[in-house]
């Protein structure tokens, strides 16, 4: 009866350890998701803040243009307000590149050096931010996968760990966030 005490005791202890270490590994990779979220929120972040100084570099060169310019600043305060993932910041895409479009028709604004420094900038927030949701999307992976994975899965939702969502990507991000993005001068 001894014997089978200690044979039970150290099978629990097994058991435990296996969940303390299960636990601690998603725990780990939960943290990464979170990081992914919080590093695409910073990039769009960046983008809303870049928005208004590339308004004011074009004001200046295409002032009858005012309707492409209202709904670039309406689209990014709505955007502003919204989930990462909304619709807003789709229609602020759309807008943005209106609104970079007017570069094209205006040869003086497009010579401009503060808006081909900003129009530049700009691309490299677009960069940035697809690099931010290829990582969200590997994070959730690895965590996905480890969450499902034997003897995790036994543990992983009474752990209160829940499936990571992927980035999804909205119709007009379709096909276009893994490019670079075209600057034409």
Do not use: C
């Not at 969940?19 to 990464?32: K, P």
């Not at 970079?100 to 927030?125: I, R, T």
């Not at 999307?137 to 036994?154: D, G, I, K, Y």
């Amino acid at each position: 009866m001894d014997l089978l005490f200690w044979i039970v005791l150290a099978v629990v202890a097994l058991v435990v350890l296996l969940v303390i270490g299960i636990y601690n590994n998603l725990v780990g990779l939960r943290q990464s998701v979170r990081q992914g979220v919080a590093d695409i929120d910073a990039q769009l972040r960046q983008r809303h803040d870049l928005i208004p100084n590339l308004v004011e570099a074009v004001k200046g060169y295409a002032g009858h243009e005012a309707s492409t310019l209202e709904a670039v600043i309406a689209a990014r305060n709505a955007a502003a307000k919204g989930e990462p993932s909304s619709d807003s910041e789709a229609q602020l895409r759309v807008a943005l590149d209106n609104l970079l479009a007017l570069g094209e028709a205006y040869p003086d604004l497009k010579a401009s050096a503060n808006f081909q420094s900003l129009q530049n900038e700009l691309g490299d927030v677009e960069d940035k931010l697809a690099a931010a949701r290829r990582a969200l999307n590997a994070a959730a992976a690895r965590f996905n996968s480890a969450r499902e994975s034997f003897p995790a899965v036994l543990f992983a939702s009474a752990l209160g760990f829940a499936e990571a969502d992927f980035h999804r990507l909205d119709d007009s991000e379709q096909g276009s966030v893994d490019q670079v993005p075209r600057v034409s001068f």
